[in-house]
């Protein structure tokens, strides 16, 4: 077992990540979770929790993915396994269409469905999920999560951790704060600082974050 990407988490999101690795030729070696009880998801194997991991880079195990939704969490998981040797592969969908002049970092999960325009740059850990519009010229900072079906508009600015609910749309432009969340279906017309919730159309703040 010296070839294929180790998961860290084997919940909703690693199954979109294993069907995305999977349509774009890569195999699943393992998956580690909180809940080390063996078992499979979609056919890979839970192999043990996040002190496996040093075990299976010995064994020659280099390519990860952190498939952990919450945006915090996969952060400091994948600084975690940075610093035990591992490289961040990026999940990328055969479907998403991504262009030649983006730049993504690491650690990165492309969805089915997925655009991203012409000169848009995606910060490491980053989630662009099914079916979202990243425009031209947009900054995704890293960890940040764009929900299913949710768009940028060109020139967009999004901080580390943000999210996006799904079906939220942002006018070109905006810049939203690092760890602020946009609700499900929420028009963001102005910016938002850091760390709050906005909600509704157009998006109005309601409070920090949750
Ligand atoms: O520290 C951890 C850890 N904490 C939780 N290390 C490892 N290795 N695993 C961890 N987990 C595991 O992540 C839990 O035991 C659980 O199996 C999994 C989280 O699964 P869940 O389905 O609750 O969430 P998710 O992160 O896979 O998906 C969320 O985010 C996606 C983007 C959901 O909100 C999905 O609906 C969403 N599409």
């Keep these: 077992m010296s070839s294929g990407v180790v998961i860290i988490g084997g919940g909703g999101h690693a199954k979109v990540v294993i069907e995305s690795l ?8 393992a998956i580690v979770d909180a809940d080390p009880t063996p078992r499979e998801v979609l056919g890979a194997p839970v192999v043990g929790d996040d002190l496996a991991l ?23 998981l994948g600084r975690r396994a940075r610093e035990q040797g591992f490289t961040l592969v990026n999940a990328i969908h055969p479907s998403a269409i991504v262009s030649p002049t983006a730049q993504l970092g690491e650690g990165i999960a492309v969805m089915a469905g997925v655009a991203i325009n012409a000169d848009s740059q995606i910060g490491d850990l980053a989630i662009i999920n099914t079916g979202a519009v990243v425009d031209h010229d947009c900054r995704l900072g890293a960890a940040c999560h764009l929900g299913p079906a949710s768009a940028l508009a060109g020139g967009v600015t999004l901080g580390e951790r943000a999210f996006l609910g799904v079906g939220a749309r942002v006018i070109p432009g905006v ?14 017309v102005r910016d938002l600082p850091d760390g709050v919730l906005a909600v509704g159309v157009p998006a109005q703040i309601k409070g920090d974050r949750p």
């Design 54 to 76: 040093p075990g299976l880079r010995a064994q020659g195990l280099s390519k990860l993915f952190v498939a952990i939704g919450d945006n915090r969490l996969r952060e400091k």
């Design 175 to 188: 810049t939203i704060g690092a760890d602020t969340t946009v609700g499900a279906g929420g028009v963001v």
């Design 22 to 29: 999977r349509a774009s030729g890569e195999t699943v070696a």
